[in-house]
C-alpha cells in the first residue's frame, strides 16, 4: 500500500492540464467518489493495525497534494482565459447591434429628396407655437373650430400658447424672416387633442411646401404635385384635384392618387373608389401674404401640406398607426431592406 501511494505521489505532482474541461477530468479520476485516491482511504480499513498510522499519513498528504494540484491548475486555467481574452489583439470585434431608420423617417427624407431635386430647401419651426404663428397669420377667423380646446392643446398657463396642429406655421415663420422668391418644404411634428387609436393619435407629422414668387399659377402647383406623385408612388400614378376649403389657400383642393394597390380599378384599400387621398394644397391666400409682410399685389404663391403617416401607409400598408410610436423593434426591422 504504501508502495502504491509513493507512485501515485509522483504522478499527482506531475499532473497537467491545459483546458478546464481537463481539470474537471482529473478531479473526477482522482477525488470524485470513486476517483482513485478515495479508493485507497476506502482500502485503509484493511491495512493492519500496525501500519495504520503511516499509511494514514501517506494518504492524507496524497489526497492534499493532489487537491493542491488540482486547484493549481484550474487556477492556471482561468487567468490564461482572461488573459487571452484581454490581449488578442487580433481577435475579431464583437458584432455591435445596429438600429434601422424609422419608417417615418424613411419617408421624410424621400419626400425632402424629390422636392430638393425641384429647387425647394428645408425650413423649420417650434413645436410650442403661439397662436399667431399657427392660426392668426393663417387666415383663421376668431371663432374658427380648430381654434377650440377640442382640437387644440394650450399650454394651461398660457392661452395664447398651443402645440401647433399643422405644419403651416412654419409658412409664416419663413415668409416673416424671409421675401420672395421662397421655396421651402417644413417637415415637422404636429399636435392634435384625438383619442389615440389605430386610426388617430394625438400627434403625428406633416410635410408642408410653401412657393411664393412672381407669376406663379396653380398650373405650377399641378405640374409639382403630379411630379412628386410618380417619383413617390411609381411613373403610373395619376392625381385628381377635388375642389375643398382651407382659411390660408384660395382656390383650395385636396389631392387623390390612383390606389397603390389596385391602380385605380377599385380594391379594399381605396373602398372600390380607384383614388386615395394625401394631400391639402391651394394658391396662398393674398390675406396670408400680407400678414407676414408680403406684398399680395406683386407676389402669388401655391402651398401643401401632407400627412408622412397617411404616405407611409399607402407605401407600406400599415394598418395601426400606433405602431409608428411604439418602437416595437420587430415593426422596426420590417424596414430594413428599405434602409
Ligand atoms: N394644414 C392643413 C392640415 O393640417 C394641410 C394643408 C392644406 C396645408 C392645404 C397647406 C395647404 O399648405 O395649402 O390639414
Known sequence: ML?????????????????????????????????????????????????????????????????????????????????????????TAYPIDLGTRHPLTLVKNEI???????????????????????????????????????????????????????????????????????????????????????????????VEGLYVDKDVSFTDLKQVLLLFAKEMFGNDTKIRLRPSYFPFTEPSAEMDVSCTICGGKGCAMCKGSGWLEILGCGMVHPNVLAANGIDPTQYKGYAFGMGIERIANLKYQVKDLRLFSENDVRFLREFEAAN
Open 3 to 91: 508502495e502504491k501511494i509513493k507512485q501515485m505521489l509522483a504522478e499527482v505532482d506531475s499532473l497537467q492540464a491545459k483546458t478546464a474541461d481537463e481539470v474537471e477530468a482529473l478531479r473526477i479520476k482522482y477525488l470524485s467518489k470513486k476517483g482513485e485516491i478515495t479508493a485507497l482511504m476506502n482500502d485503509f480499513r484493511l491495512v493492519p493495525a500496525e501500519q495504520k498510522k503511516q499509511v494514514g499519513i501517506a494518504i492524507n498528504e496524497l489526497k492534499n497534494r493532489a487537491l493542491e494540484r488540482i486547484n493549481g491548475l484550474k487556477q492556471a486555467c482561468a487567468t490564461q482565459d482572461t488573459e487571452q481574452d484581454d490581449l488578442d489583439l487580433s481577435r
Open 112 to 206: 425632402i429628396d424629390i422636392f430638393a431635386r425641384l429647387g425647394f430647401s428645408l425650413a423649420e419651426g417650434p413645436e410650442v407655437e403661439d397662436d399667431w404663428h399657427v392660426f392668426s397669420s393663417m387666415n383663421f377667423p376668431d371663432d374658427h373650430p380648430a381654434r377650440d380646446m377640442q382640437d387644440t392643446f394650450f399650454v394651461e398657463s398660457h392661452p395664447d400658447i398651443i402645440l401647433r396642429t399643422h405644419t403651416s406655421s412654419v409658412q409664416a415663420r419663413v415668409m416673416e424672416r424671409q421675401q420672395p422668391p421662397i421655396r421651402v418644404i417644413c417637415p415637422g411634428r404636429v399636435y392634435r387633442n384625438e383619442a389615440i387609436s389605430a386610426r388617430a393619435h394625438c400627434f403625428f407629422h406633416q
